[in-house]
């Protein structure tokens, strides 16, 4: 069986999907693209092949032809696309975050848990990177004892003026807040944001700096720097009672040059992430046409976009917060 594939928004995250798709994933076809610039549409289309360029999102969500959607549009037209999906009872990859607010998210799960089937896998692509993979592989195989603290470092090379602390929160850390409740599979119960005083007093481009504790008494710390200046770069070291461990970035060579012997970062994201994003793609495919579900749920979607939230407030209001989770549907467990 073929799925046929829609994407919504091909900027940055949504055109490298679509390349992925084409050359990375079986069982997946390229049907249309719609982007708010048509002539960056009709740029990826040309370049992947793609049959049509749709004018209207919602063109995609209804065409009889297309049997999924990948939702890679602006944060704040999430909620919006995917209902729409929902509705058309088609299954859905929705870029992160899912909503801007927990109540939006909300808004998805009761959706999907009206018509009873999960149709919406978040791009929380961290779930299928190897590094990540085999950090919960080590914890799980007991070696270590128990997880007790996870640092969490995510660093950018640059972020446009307009990515404020409160984007730090919302579009970057959301992911170590996906990664970290997978990894540790507890859920977080306080948070609390520092940001350091030594930088420009608008806080613009600075980094922050967060301490959440899980419902589990573990203790996570995530520096997120949008301006880092010198590199993409994630880490993340796992403390647990017996030892740690601690990612690995992929490596394909090392220069020795001028007395000095070393490694190069990527540039962004789609670099450093590159196995993730066709790995969750390739499962997305598969888990449709199987028709069972993988990956990050709405229900995660909702769990990170509260603790974001929880954080905006610590962000304001300089002290700790409480994120109290609603009841968890049985349908999500
Ligand atoms: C971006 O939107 C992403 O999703 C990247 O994975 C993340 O590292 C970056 O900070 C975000 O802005």
Not at 210 to 230: C, H, K, M
Request: charged share 20%.
């Amino acid at each position: 069986m073929s799925v046929r594939v829609g994407i919504i928004g091909v900027g940055v995250m949504g055109s490298d999907h679509a390349r992925t798709l084409i050359a990375n994933v079986p069982g997946a076809q390229l049907r249309s693209l719609h982007d708010a610039d048509p002539a960056r549409a009709r740029m990826v289309a040309d370049e992947t092949g793609a049959g049509t360029v749709a004018g209207d999102p919602l063109a995609i969500v209804n065409d009889k032809q297309i049997d999924a959607v990948l939702i890679a549009s602006p944060d704040s037209t999430h909620r919006n696309l995917t209902l729409a999906c929902l509705a058309a009872g088609k299954p859905v990859l929705c870029e992160k975050p899912l909503a801007p607010t927990a109540q939006e998210c909300l808004d998805v799960i009761a959706a999907e848990t009206r018509i009873g089937r999960r149709l919406v896998q978040i791009g929380y692509m961290r779930r299928f990177d190897p590094a990540y993979v085999e950090m919960k592989a080590v914890l799980g195989s007991g070696r270590l004892g128990q997880a007790l603290m996870f640092h969490c470092f995510h660093r950018n090379v640059s972020a446009p003026p307009w990515f404020d602390s409160r984007m730090a929160i919302t579009n970057s850390a959301v992911h170590e807040f996906d990664i970290a409740r997978w990894m540790l599979d507890g859920d977080f119960v306080k948070v609390q944001v520092f940001r350091p005083t030594a930088t420009a007093p608008d806080g613009t481009g600075a980094p922050v700096f967060l301490v959440l504790e899980t419902s589990g008494g573990q203790l996570v710390n995530i520096e997120t720097f949008n301006n880092a200046g010198y590199g993409y770069d994630v880490r993340g070291e796992l403390v647990c009672e017996k030892g740690s461990v601690s990612l690995r970035a992929p490596v394909n060579s090392e220069t020795n040059h001028a007395l000095v012997h070393g490694t190069s970062y990527p540039p962004d994201w789609r670099g450093r992430f590159a196995a993730a994003y066709r790995l969750q793609l390739q499962a997305w495919i598969r888990s449709i046409a199987a028709g069972n579900s993988t990956g990050a749920s709405a229900w995660d979607g909702y769990a990170a976009g509260a603790t974001a939230e929880a954080a905006l407030l610590s962000l304001v209001e300089g002290r700790p917060v409480a994120i109290t989770l609603d009841e968890r549907p049985r349908f999500y467990r």
